[in-house]
T-cell receptor, first 113, second 113 residues
Framework: GESVGLHLPTLSVQEGDNSIINCAYS??????FIWYKQESGKGPQFIID?????DKRQGQRVTVLLNKTVKHLSLQIAATQPGDSAVYFC????????????FGKGTTLSVSS | DAGVIQSPRHEVTEMGQEVTLRCKPI?????LFWYRQTMMRGLELLIY????????DSGMPEDRFSAKMPNASFSTLKIQPSEPRDSAVYFC???????????FGPGTRLLVL
């Protein structure tokens, strides 16, 4: 069925490395995507978003890439820090105004120093 | 802005008791969402409101769950009677649009014994 999914449930990196978290979506009508970060004991926190008319969007140390051909979304974190350790969720809006976001299962990023 | 406010932050109750979770959305946001998060099922959308009107409650697990939004600044999620399998973290989120960025509260950690 249709779903927002993640390629890997966990990712372990060394401090200072770059991290890449991947997400696949199945609905070609999806036109808006968001990455959330959830730290232990807290609610999901908005990181960055991208609309389907863009391929790339950059924030502070984070970059989101969107490949509509293969329905793939990725979050790149530069110079990963211990404070980046969290669960990362991708979410999509399936192209219908007024509908809720659909969240993926999440990838746990673990950063060791 | 104080962000989305939820209360209580923690709730421990016994099976069969009524539980009421509360949420105050960000002022000016016209959408409000209730989610449940567990290790097994991840982040599940329970119900969402637009301008205080329930739009989609298909995620509400059963009749024991009910949600209300009497005004733009307050919503409740009620479980009556509660069961141990209702133990989870319940998040409230609000957004200024249906398919746009959602801002999450800190969550209510519910334990039903």
């Amino acid at each position: 069925g249709e779903s927002v999914g993640l390629h890997l449930p966990t990712l372990s990196v060394q401090e200072g490395d770059n991290s890449i978290i991947n997400c696949a979506y199945s609905n070609s009508a999806s036109d808006y995507f968001i990455w959330y970060k959830q730290e232990s004991g807290k609610g999901p926190q908005f990181i960055i978003d991208i609309r389907s008319n863009m391929d790339k969007r950059q924030g502070q140390r984070v970059t989101v890439l969107l490949n509509k051909t293969v329905k793939h979304l990725s979050l790149q974190i530069a110079a990963t820090q211990p404070g980046d350790s969290a669960v990362y969720f991708c979410a999509e809006n399936r192209g219908q105004a007024g509908t809720a976001l659909i969240f993926g299962k999440g990838t746990t990023l673990s950063v060791s120093s | 802005d104080a962000g989305v406010i939820q209360s209580p932050r923690h709730e421990v109750t016994e099976m069969g008791q009524e539980v009421t979770l509360r949420c105050k959305p960000i002022s000016g946001h016209d959408y409000l969402f209730w989610y449940r998060q567990t290790m097994m099922r991840g982040l599940e959308l329970l119900i969402y409101f637009n301008n205080n009107v329930p739009i989609d409650d298909s995620g509400m697990p059963e009749d024991r769950f009910s949600a209300k939004m009497p005004n733009a600044s307050f919503s409740t999620l009620k479980i009556q009677p509660s069961e141990p399998r209702d133990s989870a973290v319940y998040f409230c989120a609000s957004s200024p649009g249906g398919g746009g960025t959602q801002y999450f509260g800190p969550g209510t950690r519910l334990l039903v014994l």
